[in-house]
């Protein structure tokens, strides 16, 4: 049964994937890609990582693409682009490129295979931890998705955090602080410059 | 189920690891194509996002083999790392749109050597 | 006084220096004043120095030691390769003498003579420098240092030979001279290399226990130590290191000395003004090879057979001069070769073994032909630069002075007693002819030395006659025969001279006719004179005046025994002295000689029978010769100079082409590598995508297809 799923929603990112990158429309494009998204998210639930899964519909498809959205959409890049004069005779040799890439992290893949079996208890974890809970398990995968719910133990977003804001404090912070950047630097990055007005509903330059 | 007059093939109950790495291969290749291919620097964006994503997927499906959170914290920090760039990047699109009036990457060769 | 030996080289050098840098503040004539003054300093605290010296022990000579120069090895084991120290022996009593007395007499003439001249600080400052540095040579107590001086006084003679350097026939003659000298010099290094490698040191003399090269030449040899090439002649080939050491360094005094086949440089070198050429060119630097060779004549003593090179070629360049002087036409030309003449006849006296001889016509021939160069110079002066015989004539009765003075230089140089020069021409032609009894060689030696007298005789009169008998030929058309054979290489010096001398002179059209020259000039005319009469008479150490003396040797040669005395060990033992009457008949024979020559002159000159148009019609192929110098000058030129040039423009393309060429390759190697490199950066974000994808499919496959 969740094979099943599996394979239709693999299916549906993949071709919307082979949409996104081939539509001349950046719009569409951009909707293929919310498209694709949702069954990333998909994928999580699938493998217990609830959380994520929230995150990504919220994260990606929520704020990044809507923000992409508006991008093109001020930018008004909306139309069809010209085809690619340039690349030309080349195009095929970007989807061959394609394949080389896939058939190479296939090799890697199958050379050093997959990694071991964790145990069930999952209660052995190599790295040393100083959280006071224990180690939290995790569901094993083969149990049903609608098993999960009413488990008995902590659930699983206390058990993200739990580690997140143990082992991984410093990065946390670290990221706060690159957000902080990024904000800055594209508030500066985008402002609106005396030599810009706006023309037709576009920051054009004057000067 | 009815009678086959072929043995059916053996379906594992759960999805086995390599079917969700292979499929983020070939997310992540699509994208690489994307950005190879592509022109307009939105797309090159969105495509990056794709592999970005692909690699998420590879990460989650880690972490569900070893039994461990690691791969999924590290999927939130490369989701925040996303929109960060996400964010940036956009920005200097549309500053080099104010100023050219173009979105198309072959057009900022400004660098050449 | 011998304390302040030291001060005599230092006082021309500080002279130099002084105005070297404030000359041109100083002025005309304060420069010349300070040079001249410091030079007759000079003379008088050496002739001081001589006379203290002379009056205490003469068998050894008195070293100062000021201070040493090249050291080797530390500490304990240190020695002293060469060593600044000044030396006075009998020798150099001589020496010195005549370099400073005659050195200021014609500094005092140059103050005359270079009054007009714009340069005038500049060539005091080289006058003095070159003092010092002859009196470096003489007065240096080892090889090295002489060698300094040896350099150092070659080095000004370029500088005053190309005096007038924007001329280009004199820059040109001043290059000529350094080139001919360093062939010289050249020769002069390699012995003193093999000097120190057979001998250990340079000193002349050593102290105490450690002996210098002339103290013991043989001995060193004898003992053991010495050079050590069987590795290049075999063993058992003994290799004739004193030989070697002797041919070599005449091969130096034979440039130096402008003897053949190095003497091209001095003809040409009249180019330079006319105390230079008295000063150097006659009296000082060209003797510097006669000094060398006499005071290392112990080494000299044990390779005969370098003697009799030495003495050959002073004989065969004394003739071959002679010849050459018989038909120039230029005033100065005719005095150059007399010096080559006469300096080949220093060095036939210092072949035959009678060194005192040689030096003695050394001293002599520095006081008349120093006479004769200012003489020349005075009339030069008188005629407003003109210098080709053809034009002057019955200048006796312009210039009194300086024609009475010329002629007292004539007749010391033709060899008539009691002037200087017979004295000393006579005694070379004895010891020559003495030498000769025992090696036939020396005869025939002595035959050539006869003939060049008569030769001498002939071409000083010639040019008494042309330039003060007779009718003033002034600005006229030369005289048809000697004008139709004129040098196919006409001398710049005449013509050229007159534009140097003439801005000298400002303004030539002053000077009308020919006149007497200012006192300056003609008061070292007179001294020079003066000594020309006495120089044979001059009491040597408180001696009755010259005579034969007993034991057959001579005053001069008593007085420099010490220095020249032929003892050294193994020396070739002369005999004795010849029969008074043989003597006799010796000096009756080139007193002869002589007064033929002066009579076929003045027939010639003076009679006009036969005309000499006549004798150059007779004689017109011999004389093509003599006037073209033998063809020399052209004969270098192609066998040398030619291929020389190029070689040098072979190497330059070679420097060029290959060695800039290559430096030059690697610059576009570096180019062409970063043109290529700058390919990737092409500002294209997609190429550099695609480098991206690339490099990941590298990185990829290495790890999935490592072994």
Not at chain 2, 84 to 95: C, F, K, P
Request: hydrophobic share 55%; net charge negative; with cysteine.
């Amino acid at each position: 049964m969740e094979l099943l799923v599996f394979l239709g929603v693999a299916a549906l990112s993949v071709a919307s994937a082979l949409m996104m990158i081939a539509q001349r429309n950046a719009m569409y494009s951009a909707l293929f890609l919310v498209l694709n998204f949702f069954c990333l998210a998909v994928f999580y639930v699938l493998m217990g990582a609830y959380f994520l899964a929230v995150v990504q519909v919220a994260v990606y498809a929520g704020a990044i693409m809507v923000l992409m959205l508006f991008v093109i959409m001020l930018l008004n890049v909306a139309q069809p682009e010209p085809s690619d004069r340039r690349l030309g005779v080349f195009r095929p040799f970007g989807v061959i490129a394609a394949f080389i890439l896939l058939a190479e992290l296939v090799a890697v893949g199958a050379r050093y295979g997959a990694p071991p079996e964790a145990q069930a208890t999952g209660a052995t974890t190599a790295a040393v931890t100083a959280t006071p809970l224990a180690r939290p398990t995790i569901p094993p995968a083969a149990t049903p998705i609608a098993d999960h719910v009413g488990a008995a133990d902590v659930g699983h977003t206390q058990q993200l955090a739990a580690v997140l804001f143990s082992r991984y404090l410093f990065p946390f912070e670290v990221t706060s602080v690159l957000l902080l950047v990024a904000i800055l630097g594209a508030t500066i990055l985008a402002r609106k410059r005396p030599e810009y007005e706006d023309v037709a509903g576009v920051s054009v330059r004057i000067k | 189920m009815p009678a086959l007059p072929f043995p059916l093939p053996e379906i594992p109950a759960t999805v086995p690891t390599e079917a969700y790495l292979i499929l983020s291969g070939i997310l992540f290749a699509l994208g690489c194509t994307g950005v190879i291919l592509r022109k307009s620097a939105l797309t090159i964006f969105m495509s990056i996002e794709l592999m970005l994503n692909a690699v998420n997927l590879s990460f989650v499906a880690f972490a569900r083999q070893l039994g461990q959170f690691d791969g999924q914290i590290f999927v939130f920090f490369v989701m925040a790392v996303a929109a960060a760039e996400v964010a940036v990047g956009l920005a200097i699109i549309i500053d080099i749109f104010r100023s050219r009036c173009t979105a198309d990457i072959d057009d900022v060769s400004w660098l050449k050597g | 006084m011998t304390d302040l030996l030291w001060l005599v080289p230092a006082l021309p050098l500080a002279g130099s220096v002084v105005n070297l840098f404030f000359g041109r503040r100083l002025g005309n004539p304060l420069a010349g004043m300070l040079a001249c003054g410091a030079v007759s300093a000079s003379f008088v605290i050496a002739a001081l120095a001589v006379l203290q010296y002379t009056a205490g022990d003469t068998t050894h000579p008195f070293q100062q030691h000021l201070f040493p120069w090249i050291a080797w090895g530390t500490g304990r084991t240190e020695t002293t390769v060469a060593e600044a120290g000044l030396m006075l022996d009998p020798l150099a009593c001589v020496m010195v003498l005549v370099v400073t007395g005659v050195g200021s007499l014609i500094h005092l003439y140059s103050l005359g003579y270079m009054a007009h001249d714009e340069s005038y600080p500049r060539f005091f400052t080289y006058l003095n420098l070159f003092t010092f540095s002859m009196l470096t040579l003489v007065l240096a107590n080892n090889f090295l240092l002489m060698f300094v001086g040896w350099e150092l006084v070659g080095l000004c003679s370029y500088l005053l030979i190309g005096f007038w350097f924007t001329r280009p026939s004199a820059a040109s003659a001043g290059k000529k001279a350094f080139v001919v000298n360093r062939v010289g010099d050249w020769g002069f290094l390699i012995g003193l290399f093999l000097i120190w490698a057979t001998f250990g040191t340079f000193q002349f003399f050593g102290e105490n226990h450690a002996p210098g090269v002339l103290d013991d030449p043989g001995g060193v040899l004898k003992g053991g130590a010495g050079l050590d090439l069987s590795w290049l002649f075999g063993e058992g080939v003994v290799f004739p290191v004193t030989l070697a050491i002797a041919l070599l360094l005449f091969v130096g005094a034979t440039g130096k000395s402008a003897q053949v086949p190095l003497y091209v440089w001095l003809p040409d070198a009249m180019e330079g003004p006319t105390p230079v050429s008295a000063l150097i060119h006659a009296a000082t630097m060209v003797t510097a090879g006669v000094y060398m060779v006499a005071r290392a004549h112990s080494l000299y003593e044990l390779a005969p057979e370098a003697l009799t090179v030495v003495a050959a070629i002073g004989a065969i360049t004394a003739i071959f001069a002679a010849t050459i002087a018989l038909v120039q036409n230029d005033i100065k030309r005719v005095l150059a070769y007399s010096t080559v003449s006469q300096l080949g006849y220093m060095f036939l006296g210092l072949g035959a073994g009678a060194y005192a001889s040689g030096i003695f016509h050394l001293m002599t021939h520095a006081f008349f032909k120093a006479l004769l160069f200012l003489g020349a110079g005075s009339v030069i002066h008188g005629l407003s630069d003109e210098q080709d015989l053809r034009n002057m004539g019955g200048l006796f009765k312009y210039m009194r002075v300086t024609a009475i003075t010329f002629l007292i230089g004539w007749l010391a140089i033709i060899g008539i007693p009691p002037f200087a020069g017979f004295f000393s021409k006579d005694l070379i032609l004895a010891k020559t002819f003495e030498r000769g009894q025992e090696d036939p060689v020396f005869l025939v030696l002595y035959l050539l030395g006869l003939i060049t007298v008569g030769l001498t005789a002939f071409y000083m009169s010639r040019l008494v006659l042309l330039a003060f008998f007779g009718r003033y030929r002034g600005a006229e058309a030369h005289t048809p025969a000697e004008a139709a054979a004129a040098p196919e290489h006409e001398p710049v010096a005449a013509a050229a001279a007159h534009d140097a001398h003439a801005d000298a002179h400002g303004d030539a059209a002053a000077h009308a006719g020919p006149h007497e020259s200012p006192a300056t000039m003609l008061i070292p005319l007179v001294m020079l004179a003066f000594l020309s009469v006495v120089g044979g008479l001059i009491p040597l150490s408180g001696l009755p005046p010259f005579i034969f003396g007993e034991h057959g040797e001579t005053q001069v040669e008593q007085f420099l025994a010490p220095s020249l005395s032929a003892h050294a060990a193994g020396a070739v033992e002369h005999v004795a002295a010849l029969d008074p009457m043989i003597e006799w008949g010796l000096t009756l024979a080139s007193v002869g000689v002589a007064v033929l020559g002066a009579l076929f002159a003045a027939a010639l000159y003076l009679a006009g029978r036969p005309r000499p148009a006549d004798l150059i019609d007779t004689f017109r192929t011999p004389y093509r010769w003599l006037i073209n110098k033998w063809y020399v000058d052209e004969l270098y030129q192609a066998l040398i100079a030619h291929p020389g040039a190029r070689l040098a423009s072979f190497l330059s393309a070679f420097d060029l082409g290959v060695v800039d060429g290559a430096v030059n390759g690697v610059a576009r190697l570096a180019r062409g590598t970063g043109g290529l490199l700058r390919g990737l950066q092409s500002g294209y974000v997609r190429g550099y995508a695609v480098t991206f994808v690339v490099g990941a499919f590298a990185v990829l496959a290495y790890w999935a297809f490592r072994p």
